[in-house]
């Protein structure tokens, strides 16, 4: 990637420091991240008792916040970059400034887990897996979402999607998705099931986004952000959910 005078490495943390001032922007290079968050937050439900936490590993600014309003939980965000850490704090998550394959929280402690997009970043993602279910409570949730290795995957969300404007070059390193049934097995061996789905944006909903993103300099991008939607292939991107057994 090749952001504020300097090229980093694929994958590399400090690109984050660089677009800390796209987090927010809902039609900036993050926006799929904000579909992201509204579609992993749909599947927590309601704080089944009081005092519940949810631990959100690779919180990035908080954008899963918004979406959890009213839930109930206590949301605590997990992060390794402070300029994110900063935002996530101004929107109101408790935040931890620790790695998500070794995280600085007790067993058990959670009601929720919520990995979303982080997988395919971390340079072990079974140890972020660990981690995860180690964090549970019994009966806790897992919720995450990830891309898969497949040679599909790899063409779409690298090879494609760099070329598009609205996604930071470099982002991505294709060596670290994670293979779908790897990580149903990982996770039974800690302790969880998990469900997955394939999900994509709907595609009525991203070609009315990219129009009017690229008229935004026009005359502005306002309009309903895309939703995403599930899709019978987990070949590309795929949620996963699952329940910590007793």
Not at 14 to 24: F, H, I, N, P, S
Not at 35 to 58: C, T
Request: glycine share 12%; charged share 25%.
């Amino acid at each position: 990637m090749r952001d504020a005078g300097r090229t980093l490495p694929r994958n590399d943390p400090r690109q984050y420091d660089d677009l800390a001032g796209e987090w927010w922007r809902p039609d900036g290079v993050f926006a799929m991240l904000h579909w992201l968050a509204e579609a992993r937050a749909a599947l927590v439900p309601p704080a089944a008792r009081p005092d519940a936490l949810l631990v959100d590993l690779g919180c990035g600014a908080g954008l899963l916040a918004p979406h959890l309003a009213g839930k109930g939980y206590r949301h605590v965000g997990v992060d390794l970059t402070r300029s994110a850490l900063r935002q996530a704090a101004a929107h109101g998550v408790t935040v931890v400034n620790g790695d998500a394959t070794a995280v600085p929280l007790v067993d058990g402690c959670a009601d929720v887990v919520a990995a979303g997009e982080l997988l395919e970043h971390v340079p072990d993602w079974r140890l972020a897996v660990a981690e995860a279910c180690r964090l549970l409570r019994p009966g806790g949730l897992l919720v995450l979402d990830t891309l898969n290795d497949t040679a599909l995957s790899r063409l779409l969300a690298v090879r494609i999607a760099e070329r598009l404007p609205t996604v930071p070059r470099g982002i991505h390193d294709p060596r670290l998705f994670v293979d779908a049934r790897a990580l149903v097995a990982e996770a039974r061996r800690h302790g969880v099931d998990l469900r997955l789905r394939g999900i994509r944006p709907g595609v009525g909903g991203l070609l009315a986004w990219l129009v009017r993103r690229a008229r935004g300099a026009e005359g502005g991008t306002g309009g309903p952000a895309p939703r995403i939607v599930p899709t019978w292939s987990t070949a590309v991107l795929y949620q996963g959910l699952g329940v910590r057994r007793g």
